[in-house]
């Protein structure tokens, strides 16, 4: 079964920087994306990829586009966040997830589509 382990949050003030790393226990063919959720909200998809992907087809939520990027090291089977540039309403709860696909187009970014969740860290940003 693929565990998935988030680390990297922390306080910041806005207009800074922080990146956040996804160990994936288990290589395979997989989408994968972090998601996000604040207190009192609905968790949202904010960044997409697939394991296998050369292509660079990557998903972003209108949110962050322009100010993060997700990236894969396939050697180590990291997933990670760069998170540039940010605001006091981008402190959440951060999750990466997957799901097994073998074909590598753009994936999607529904929660529901995902099978094998971590358990979050967590990002607080001050203004």
């Known amino acids: 079964q693929v565990q998935l382990m988030e680390s990297g949050g922390d306080s910041v003030q806005a207009g800074g920087s922080l990146r956040l790393s996804c160990t994936i226990s288990?290589?395979?063919?997989?989408?994968m994306a972090w998601f996000r959720q604040a207190p009192g909200k609905e968790r949202e998809g904010i960044a997409s990829t697939h394991s296998a992907d050369s292509t660079n087809r990557i998903t972003y939520a209108s949110s962050v586009k322009g100010r993060f990027i997700i990236s894969h090291d396939n050697a180590e089977n990291i997933l990670y966040l760069q998170m540039n540039n940010l605001k006091p309403e981008d402190a959440a709860m951060y999750y990466c997830?997957?799901?097994?696909?073998?074909?590598?187009?753009?994936?999607?970014?529904?929660?529901?589509?995902?099978?094998?969740w971590g358990r979050g860290t967590q990002v607080t940003v001050s203004s």
């Open positions: 997830a997957t799901f097994p696909r073998s074909y590598t187009s753009y994936c999607p970014m529904t929660q529901d589509r995902y099978t094998r």
């Open positions: 288990e290589k395979d063919r997989y989408c």
